[in-house]
């Protein structure tokens, strides 16, 4: 069984319907864009991961009809972030969240001045190749 629900077909032509303009065609119920053939892309009002009674039926309302272009890529990303966030309430009550600070390491960094004390005086690079006298 899966834990994001549907909107049944009866119910999804309901939502394209009520988005229908009689003479415009398909509009955006997100900002009333007229969609024309732009594509669009039925949208759970409150993201389904987030909805707390999942045995209720999906109607009509609980879709809104989102032309890609304009309003459902935004609105995507937002409800991953939330969705993503009630996330890790809950996996920090759990007490598995990876620590959000990066852990400072041991010790303090090597200052610049000691670094350049340390460095040994390197020696002269050795040639790539042989001189030329030295090839027969
Ligand atoms: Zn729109």
Redesign the pocket.
Do not use: D, I, K, T
């Given at each position: 069984m899966s834990n994001r629900r549907e909107f049944t077909k009866p119910v999804y032509a309901e939502i394209v319907k009520r988005a229908m303009h009689p003479k415009l065609g398909l509009c955006?119920?997100?900002?009333?864009?007229v969609l024309g053939k732009k594509p669009y892309h039925v949208d759970h009002t409150i993201a389904d991961a987030l909805q707390i009674d999942k045995s209720r039926k999906l109607t009509a309302d609980d879709g809104k009809l989102?032309?890609v272009e304009?309003?459902h890529k935004p609105k995507t990303v937002d409800d991953v972030g939330v969705i993503a966030k009630a996330k890790r309430v809950e996996a920090n009550y759990h007490g598995f969240a990876a620590p959000k600070q990066k852990i400072k390491s041991a010790g303090f960094p090597v200052s610049e001045k000691s670094a350049a004390r340390q460095t040994k005086i390197p020696l002269p690079p050795r040639p790539l190749y042989r001189p030329q006298e030295d090839t027969p």
């Open positions: 955006c119920e997100g900002c009333g864009l989102l032309g304009c309003c």
